[in-house]
Nanobody, 125 residues
Framework: VQLQASGGGLVQAGNSLRLSCVASGRIFSSYAVGWFRQAPGKERELVSASNWSGALTYYTNSVKGRFTISRDNAKNTMYLQMNSLKPEDTAVYFC???????????????????WGQGTQVTVSS
């Protein structure tokens, strides 16, 4: 699976962005997915994850109520809708995927074996 992330940019605090990640090479509907981010000088962290169908999701506490993960398996695309952005959301955002047969959500980096190239999100105050 090859993943291509896009949609990052520079926005003011309080505004919104939608990240997209297009997958190619395999049947995307059989893959669990996640969005990670890495801020300068910090470790990469999980932001949100979804099982293969989108019925099960996970959000880190700092984005709950502001971010929404979704996917369109017919388009081989996953999304991260980010609302009410804060300066602390500034980071490079990565999409990730792994083949899944159990319908679960995966919350660790090591669980994913396919990664996108990252897209920069910068939120100004």
């Amino acid at each position: 699976v090859q993943l291509q992330a896009s949609g990052g940019g520079l926005v003011q605090a309080g505004n919104s962005l939608r990240l997209s990640c297009v997958a190619s090479g395999r049947i995307f509907s059989s893959y669990a997915v996640g969005w990670f981010r890495q801020a300068p000088g910090k470790e990469r962290e999980l932001v949100s994850a979804s099982n293969w169908s989108g019925a099960l999701t996970y959000y880190t506490n700092s984005v709950k109520g502001r971010f929404t993960i979704s996917r369109d398996n017919a388009k081989n695309t996953m999304y991260l809708q980010m609302n009410s952005l804060k300066p602390e959301d500034t980071a490079v955002y990565f999409c990730a995927a792994r083949r899944s047969s159990d319908g679960g959500v995966y919350t660790t980096q090591n669980a994913y074996n396919y990664w996108g190239q990252g897209t920069q999100v910068t939120v100004s105050s």
